[in-house]
């Protein structure tokens, strides 16, 4: 896959970023499936077949699996004639970062978000900037456990305004995501979704419910692209993203560059004009930088001028807020009021360097408000990122994550 560190998305994950966070010393894991597995839980959102198979339903995949099968995400599996998934309470490891890294430019801006993820994707993009996380086979990759209790503690003590689900798609760990999410929202804290919107509709409408924000990859605008380089089919990611606009979900968008395969004017000009006519002109738009990763090793990094030109295009179709990623481009990552046309939040990368917006999101200059999402002061966190430990990973599964779906 999300809005890598592409997530296990986009570059902007960068490799360290993948391999600092804190496992916390979880016993490894049979690979075998078990509802005895403490973390190990029963889902929606699956249907048997008459052929002996049963289906899940989350994403478009449809893998049609026999006792013992995983799907393709891995995470998930048949065990006990039914669909489970088996990643309940474990990640990848946890870390702060700032929230625009996620990238989140108009959510809480200068704030700490408290990341993790767990292992496995639904989609087999061949350019993965995180594919050691999101195509591992190994469930030893998860070797952080915590509960959703313990999470939404950690991310309360570390002063964290937000928690993330990235470096993986959180559609496939739904029932995890969403008891995180709850439990966070208990006691203040936001919840935020990387993800490539590869979903079904119904588990799209329950998982986007319990969610504050999103950024949504767009990770390219032709059938041919979608289809032969991430294994999936852009229709999809299209209705997640107009779905989501008729949610209270404040949400962006990434699209990560890859020259020669999805950076054409052509290209980008559609796009741009399907945003525009489907979802405004407010919604947050991030270009971002494709480094040689995974199957894609042979294509070169997407040079600064190929962003700066999507950004041009972008804002020529009216969008307001296009931002450049994985560069240094302080002009590309400044937040202009669409009101008095001043610079209101100007960064570089992730280092907020002047801020002139209300604590409620308002131009100082003029009194615009800003789309987004603002509650109180900027925030202070700056571009550090701080791998985390969870001393007390709590007790796992008391979450409300017995799903079954009718049949
Ligand atoms: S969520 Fe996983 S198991 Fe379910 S259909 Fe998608 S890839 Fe297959």
């Not at 490799?15 to 600092?20: K, L, P, V």
């Not at 108009?106 to 993009?125: D, E, K, Q, R, Y």
């Not at 302080?330 to 360097?353: K, L």
Request: glycine share 8%; proline share 7%.
């Amino acid at each position: 896959m999300a809005r890598d560190p592409e997530p296990p998305r986009d570059a902007e994950r960068s490799d360290a970023e993948r391999s600092d966070a804190e496992p916390s010393g979880v016993p490894a894991a049979t690979d075998a499936l078990s509802l005895a597995d403490e973390y190990t839980v029963p889902t929606g959102y699956w249907h048997p077949l008459p052929d002996g198979r049963i289906q899940c339903d989350v994403c478009p995949r449809a893998c049609k699996l026999h006792e013992g099968q995983r799907g393709l995400c891995f995470v998930r599996g048949r065990v006990a004639d039914q669909i489970v998934l088996a990643s309940y309470g474990r990640s990848s490891g946890f870390c702060v970062d700032p929230v625009e890294k996620k990238p989140l430019n108009h959510f809480l801006p200068g704030s700490s978000v408290l990341s993790f993820g767990t292992a496995g994707c639904n989609l087999a993009c061949r350019f993965c900037q995180n594919w050691d996380i999101s195509k591992s086979r190994e469930i030893e990759t998860l070797s952080s456990a915590a509960s959703p209790e313990a999470l939404a503690v950690a991310a309360q003590r570390l002063g964290c305004r937000s928690v993330a689900f990235t470096y993986n798609d959180p559609v496939i760990f739904m029932e995890y995501a969403m008891d995180v999410a709850d439990a966070c929202r208990e006691r203040g804290i936001r919840a935020v979704a990387v993800s490539a919107g590869y979903v079904n509709a119904a588990p799209r409408e329950e998982f986007f419910r319990h969610m504050d924000a999103a950024n949504i990859d767009l990770k390219g605008f032709t059938d041919a692209f979608y289809e032969k380089v991430t294994f999936s089919k852009l229709p999809v990611v299209l209705e997640t993203l107009e779905y989501l606009a008729t949610t209270g979900v404040w949400y962006e968008i990434t699209t990560l560059l890859i020259p020669g395969q999805n950076d054409s004017d052509a290209e980008l000009a559609q796009q741009c004009a399907w945003l525009v006519e489907h979802l405004g002109v407010d919604v947050p738009l991030h270009f971002t930088a494709f480094h040689p990763d995974f199957k894609m090793r042979d294509i070169e990094r997407t040079p600064p001028q190929t962003l700066r030109r999507a950004r041009r295009i972008a804002q020529e179709h009216g969008l307001r807020h296009v931002y450049t990623g994985n560069v240094h481009d302080p002009e590309g990552q400044t937040t202009s009021c669409p009101g008095c046309a001043r610079p209101v939040v100007v960064r570089d990368w992730y280092v907020m360097r002047d801020y002139q917006l209300t604590d409620s999101g308002a131009c100082v200059h003029c009194g615009t408000q800003l789309p987004g999402v603002y509650d109180g002061p900027v925030g202070d966190w700056g571009s550090r990122r701080m791998p985390v430990r969870l001393a007390d990973p709590g007790r796992i599964g008391t979450g409300n994550h017995d799903r079954r779906a009718p049949r």
